[in-house]
């Protein structure tokens, strides 16, 4: 099966060369946006790229207020941050994520608390949080949402949209409304992805997108926050830009902040690629079906979007049949130029994270050992 499955991947991208998990590709007009970025001078965080590349991404997602920040991760910091995460809270989160999302819990002081995952989507399970929650939290008079055991306020929730298939929003969304938990989507991977209708970072409060190297599209590094409230987004453009008063000379600031506004540079990328993006969506869903044709004429699962939602299947997700298949399959691909990648190590097995409150976490255990990412840029040839 590995053998047929290497051939099968150099057949979709017609090369005998290496193939990486996911590749950018610069096929329009970035060359002649980035000349005109240092034709202007205007290269750091000051520029027109970064407004355009700012309304592009609100009128895209259909978000009122994005604002830029430098990669995604300082996105999702300001995001909890404008939740009103303090130190000594909890943020529940699921264990099955990249580390930047405990990263950025952490960056506020705050505890990260673990809930398993679906099997289906692969996000933050709602029957999971209801569970703990239900098992371990109560409102108290003062309207906020505190453990019992641990004595702290539970201030958040972030579902991740797991290499681009939606979390379960509505529900999750539901049941943080009824113990008073911001709901702060980690969207990093999903843009182009929809639930029910709308855009992934929608359903919340406040959410954060990716644009490394390696996702749908790039900036090179960057990110954006998204968010309808228009307070929100204001103290976001504040505090991502030093939080600096407007003066025409004098140098004054009036709260800690951040100095993560994306460089004009980048958004110039940024603005370009997004010119790109709903054919490169397209081309990434016709790469799904063919896998998903491959792998049911050969006994194998990939992960399909779930209903109700559409995945851009940033990263196409095979399931091996246990985890030492997994591994057979990740020593066969790779050493024969087929780049494939196992999920991230889950967030609790980690050192930092070992005494972090959790809870059962079967789906995620099960999943991380036989999840295997598979090759998933865009096809040039595709359709």
């Known amino acids: 099966m590995f053998d047929d499955f290497v051939r099968f991947v150099r057949e979709l991208y017609s090369t005998s060369d290496f193939i990486p998990l996911h590749r950018p590709y610069f096929i329009g007009n970035e060359k002649q946006y980035l000349l005109d970025t ?34 995604g991760t300082a996105a999702l910091h300001v995001a909890l941050k404008l939740a009103g995460v303090e130190a000594g809270d909890e943020v529940i989160t699921q264990s099955l994520t990249f580390i930047a999302t405990c990263n950025a819990i952490r960056y506020c002081g705050a505890k990260p608390v673990f809930v398993d995952v679906d099997r289906a989507s692969l996000g933050l399970s709602p029957e999971s949080l209801g569970n703990f929650l239900d098992e371990n939290a109560e409102l108290r008079d003062d309207g906020l949402c505190w453990n019992k055991k641990s004595g702290r306020i539970i201030r958040a929730c972030v579902p991740m949209h797991t290499f681009g298939f939606p979390a379960r929003l509505t529900e999750l969304n539901n049941i943080c409304a009824r113990y008073n938990i911001n709901l702060v989507e980690d969207a990093a991977e999903s843009l182009g992805s929809l639930y029910k209708g709308h855009h992934t970072g929608k359903i919340g409060l406040v959410s954060a997108l990716s644009f490394n190297g390696n996702k749908i599209i790039t900036t090179g590094g960057g990110g954006m926050i998204l968010t309808d409230d228009e307070a929100i987004a204001n103290h976001a453009r504040h505090i991502t830009t030093t939080a600096k008063l407007s003066h025409p000379w004098f140098y004054e600031h009036d709260e800690t902040a951040f100095n993560y506004r994306l460089p004009n540079l980048n958004a110039a990328l940024g603005v370009a690629q997004i010119e790109s993006l709903p054919d490169f969506i397209d081309n990434k869903r016709q790469v799904a079906v063919q896998y998903q044709e491959w792998g049911e004429g050969h006994g194998v699962d990939f992960t399909k979007e779930p209903p109700g939602a559409r995945a851009n299947y940033w990263l196409n997700v095979l399931i091996t049949k246990d985890k030492g298949q997994r591994d057979a399959m990740l020593e066969f691909t790779n050493a024969n130029g087929v780049m494939t990648r196992p999920a991230w190590t889950p967030m609790h097995k980690l050192i930092m994270n070992r005494e972090c409150v959790k809870s059962e976490l079967t789906n995620t255990e099960w999943l991380f050992e036989r999840l295997v990412n598979v090759p998933s840029s865009v096809v040039l040839n595709a359709g």
Request: charged share 20%; proline share 0%; no cysteine.
């Open 38 to 71: 240092i034709d202007s001078t205007y290269v750091s965080s000051v520029g027109a790229y970064v407004d355009e590349f700012e309304q592009k991404i609100a009128d895209f997602t259909g978000a009122k207020y994005a604002i830029a920040t430098v990669n």
